[in-house]
């Protein structure tokens, strides 16, 4: 394939379509932010993949600086970086104080100590061409991490044969930008932006299919039910008759803080965009 420019035709349209599903992408958590400022309270929701979403779209900034000449990139992870910004102060705004300290944490840890310390070495120890190919594997590496997360959902919905934690549409929009983004790199030769969405459009296909499979299975809350202690009541009328009920019984799910585990596992979706 000869070489093509940022400003051919099919490199400009995969870029605007891949910046208008990342857009899609990146909203996604809106929901939840609405939920948790209508009850000024964070439940059982976990800051890391905001923070992590913030981290990715630095780094993929930085490395289109770097680079030059790959504006599309630069527009959708700012409009990222401004959302995961948001997503995060809310969040700290309506956690518990331990919440907070840990996500306090995790942003001084990544979007200032491992970031500044990125920029740090390759602006000291890379030059010309070198530096933007340092950042590009960087990118990629993490990038690669971060769509490989999801295969403990994919895990979790082969083992209770439910998707609930694991939305189609989700599924199905960071596939397409999978697909878009792939296509952007792969016209530009450009194997950073490339590769790792081809692992996250194998992955992407992948959650579609067991999605189709398991859809129609009943959750497991019909096993949990049959587990369901009984109470055996005393008829105060008649001393000697034993009227035996089963109660329902609120099994809170595991995984979280206040029981709202699923949502972090919905939420894990949310992936880097490039």
Same mark, same amino acid.
């Given at each position: 394939m000869a070489n093509v420019s940022h400003d051919h035709p099919l490199v400009y349209t995969f870029?605007?379509?891949?910046?208008?599903?990342?857009?899609?992408?990146?909203?996604?958590?809106?929901p939840t932010f609405y939920r948790i400022i209508k009850k000024k309270s964070a439940e059982g929701f976990h800051s890391l993949p905001y923070v992590v979403g913030l981290f990715s779209a630095m780094l993929w %900034? $930085?490395? &289109?600086?770097?680079? @030059?000449?790959? *504006?599309?990139i630069i527009t959708i992870n700012s409009f990222g970086c401004i959302a995961e910004? %948001? $997503?995060? &102060?809310?969040?700290? @705004?309506?956690? *518990?104080?331990?919440?907070?300290?840990?996500?306090?944490?995790?942003?001084?840890?990544?979007?200032?100590? &491992?970031?500044?310390?990125?920029?740090?070495?390759?602006?000291?120890?890379?030059?010309?061409p070198k530096r933007a190919e340092v950042i590009g594997w960087i990118c990629m590496v993490f990038s690669?991490?971060?769509?490989?997360?999801?295969?403990?959902?994919?895990?979790?919905?082969?083992?209770?044969?439910?998707?609930?934690?694991?939305?189609?549409?989700?599924?199905?929009?960071?596939?397409v930008s999978a697909v878009m983004w792939f296509l952007y790199?792969?016209?530009?030769?450009?194997?950073?932006?490339?590769?790792?969405?081809?692992?996250?459009?194998i992955l992407g296909v992948l959650q579609m299919i067991l999605y189709g499979i398991y859809r129609n299975y009943k959750s497991n809350d019909v096993a949990i039910e049959k587990e369901l202690p009984t109470v055996v009541k005393v008829d105060q009328g008649q001393?000697?008759?034993?009227?035996?009920?089963?109660?329902?019984?609120?099994?809170?799910s595991l995984g979280s803080e206040n029981g709202d585990g699923k949502n972090l596992h919905k939420d894990a979706q949310i992936n880097s965009q490039v």
């Open positions: 870029g605007i379509l891949g910046n208008i599903i990342s857009f899609m992408v990146f909203i996604a958590p809106v %900034i $930085y490395y &289109a600086l770097v680079k @030059t000449n790959v *504006t599309l910004t %948001i $997503y995060v &102060a809310i969040y700290f @705004t309506y956690a *518990t104080k331990k919440a907070r300290m840990k996500t306090l944490g995790l942003v001084l840890m990544l979007n200032f100590g &491992a970031f500044g310390l990125i920029v740090f070495l390759t602006q000291i120890l890379c030059k010309g690669v991490c971060v769509f490989v997360a999801p295969l403990s959902i994919m895990g979790r919905v082969i083992r209770t044969k439910s998707v609930e934690f694991m939305p189609f549409n989700l599924s199905f929009a960071l596939a790199g792969l016209l530009l030769k450009d194997v950073y932006v490339a590769v790792p969405n081809i692992v996250g459009m001393p000697k008759k034993v009227i035996s009920e089963v109660y329902p019984v609120n099994i809170p």
